[in-house]
């Protein structure tokens, strides 16, 4: 499968099976786009007809069509795609828990109008993630990691500091028993920022892989949705905060994680803010929540959303030239290695390979399904006890979904988001079509930006 395209000056052929990405020329870019409808013939009259006053002749796109039959006999372009009988019966397989979301605190801080979470509570009632649950939760997830060396935890909520001391103990417990079992624990936590202060910000730079900041960009933005229950912005109290976490973080990986609406649907204005604000990993997710909210972005929101995905990719390209580069978690994309053909196909392992984990220690198949009894899967005592929703999620893969069949980005997408395709469609192996058109947008800008930086933009 060949998906084509224009974007900043660069004709783009982009080979879906076999990950080649090819840059032509007018002349070439047209014959690929007819050499699978028309005869050579055809192709002759049609090209030399477009471009006569180029001069274009027979021999030039008998040349061309001979290139063409090259790169495909060499398997990069048009090649086949091979993989649909390895997205094999995921019920077969022997998955391993490689990664918990602990969710140490259902309460928050914030009173976020567009939280997914209901402020933190999961449409519960608010609690705390105990000790002596959140030491079960890390031996459930060793028990349970086979021989991976490698294990990932996310301290999320809610507002994970808002018990700070338990995920303090909890890092030295998983410091304990990784010696004794020959594992490595990799920790991140996400927070609103409220609550960083000078501890906070040692511990996370000693202690966490990773850490993710909420901010969604300029203070207007920012402060429209993202409120404490007096009604006030945290704008003004966090930014200050994350700028030191970051500052003495030293290089260590961190993301400022920003969420747009119907409201600032020209984001790129809010991810630049951050970097002017000295941040240089950054994050911007389209907001989740019913279509009948008023924040919830609308079909003719997506030609302006595209174009912002456009224009950011060309900020990107000028910025670095300027020596003040910064990176977009979507745009990131490695076009030689990559992840193997089975995570491709399988995407993110949620209810397989990883899980979330409630302040009670029950289990869900990932942070969004937490509240929603129907995905409750088990718990970190009994373990998963409801296979056949287990089940359900080792069979969702790339190919699971009719409408996927024919799309160029599902090696790239993995068949999307199970969480996503579940609240729009009522199915986790149904299809969220809003998101699906603009995840193929940032694929096609960040595939653009890798031919940028080869041409030497």
Same mark, same amino acid.
């Given at each position: 499968?060949?998906?084509?395209?224009?974007?900043?000056?660069?004709?783009?052929?982009?080979?879906?099976?076999?990950?080649?990405?090819?840059?032509?020329?007018?002349?070439?870019?047209?014959?690929? +786009?007819?050499?699978?409808?028309?005869?050579?013939?055809?192709?002759?009259?049609?090209?030399?007809?477009?471009?006569?006053?180029? @001069?274009?002749?027979?021999?030039?796109?008998?040349?061309?069509?001979?290139?063409?039959?090259?790169?495909?006999?060499?398997?990069?372009?048009?090649?086949?795609?091979?993989?649909? @009988?390895?997205?094999?019966?995921?019920?077969?397989?022997?998955?391993?828990?490689? +990664?918990?979301?602990?969710?140490?605190?259902?309460?928050?801080?914030?009173?976020?109008?567009?939280?997914?979470?209901?402020?933190?509570?999961?449409?519960?009632?608010?609690?705390?993630?105990?000790?002596?649950?959140g030491k079960r939760a890390l031996d459930f997830l060793v028990e349970n990691s086979g021989t991976r060396r490698n294990l990932e935890v996310d301290f999320f909520g809610g507002e994970p500091l808002m018990n700070w001391d338990v995920v303090k103990k909890l890092v030295a417990y998983a410091r304990e028993i990784e010696k004794i079992h020959g594992k490595n624990f990799r920790f991140t936590l996400t927070t609103n920022g409220i609550l960083i202060d000078d501890d906070v910000i040692d511990f996370c730079n000693k202690e966490m892989s990773n850490v993710v900041l909420s901010l969604?960009?300029?203070?207007?933005?920012?402060?429209?949705?993202?409120?404490?229950?007096?009604?006030?912005?945290? /704008?003004?109290?966090?930014?200050?905060?994350?700028?030191?976490?970051?500052?003495?973080?030293?290089?260590? @990986?961190?993301?400022?994680?920003?969420?747009?609406?119907?409201?600032?649907?020209?984001?790129?204005?809010?991810?630049?803010?951050?970097?002017?604000?000295?941040?240089?990993?950054?994050?911007?997710?389209?907001?989740?929540?019913?279509?009948?909210? +008023?924040?919830?972005?609308?079909?003719?929101?997506?030609?302006?959303?595209?174009?912002?995905?456009?224009?950011?990719?060309?900020?990107?390209?000028?910025?670095?030239?300027?020596?003040?580069?910064?990176?977009? /978690?979507? /745009?990131?994309?490695?076009l030689k290695h990559g992840p193997c053909i089975y995570k491709r196909i399988s995407g993110c392992g949620s209810g397989t390979e990883y899980m979330a984990v409630t302040p009670s220690g029950d289990l869900y198949p990932c942070h969004q399904f937490v509240g929603d009894k129907k995905y409750l899967l088990g718990n970190i005592y009994d373990g998963v006890t409801n296979t056949e929703i287990q089940n359900e999620f080792k069979l969702c893969n790339a190919y699971a979904r009719e409408e996927c069949s024919d799309c160029w980005a599902k090696l790239y997408c993995s068949g999307g988001c199970a969480a996503n395709s579940y609240h729009a469609s009522g199915s986790i192996k149904g299809v969220y079509k809003y998101g699906c058109e603009l995840f193929k947008k940032r694929i096609e800008c960040a595939v653009m930006l890798k031919v940028a930086e080869a041409d030497g933009e």
């Open positions: 499968m060949v998906h084509q395209y224009k974007l900043n000056g660069y004709n783009i052929v982009l080979d879906t099976c076999s990950g080649s990405v090819h840059v032509m020329d007018d002349v070439a870019y047209d014959i690929t +786009a007819l050499c699978k409808e028309k005869t050579a013939e055809e192709i002759k009259e049609y090209i030399i007809e477009k471009y006569k006053s180029e @001069n274009i002749c027979e021999k030039d796109v008998d040349d061309c069509l001979e290139d063409i039959k090259t790169l495909e006999t060499a398997g990069k372009l048009f090649t086949p795609d091979t993989y649909e @009988n390895m997205a094999f019966d995921f019920k077969k397989r022997n998955s391993v828990i490689k +990664a918990l979301c602990l969710h140490v605190a259902h309460t928050c801080n914030l009173n976020c109008e567009y939280c997914f979470a209901s402020q933190g509570k999961y449409h519960g009632e608010r609690a705390l993630m105990s000790l002596e649950t969604d960009g300029r203070k207007e933005v920012h402060d429209r949705f993202r409120k404490d229950y007096k009604g006030c912005g945290s /704008y003004d109290v966090i930014v200050p905060k994350f700028q030191e976490l970051v500052r003495r973080r030293g290089g260590k @990986n961190y993301y400022m994680r920003g969420t747009f609406t119907h409201y600032n649907t020209d984001f790129t204005k809010d991810l630049l803010s951050m970097a002017d604000l000295g941040f240089t990993e950054l994050s911007m997710e389209p907001v989740v929540c019913s279509p009948e909210d +008023a924040s919830a972005l609308t079909e003719s929101d997506l030609p302006v959303l595209f174009e912002q995905y456009e224009i950011l990719a060309k900020e990107m390209i000028r910025r670095k030239k300027e020596g003040k580069g910064f990176t977009f /978690y979507h /745009y990131m994309l490695d």
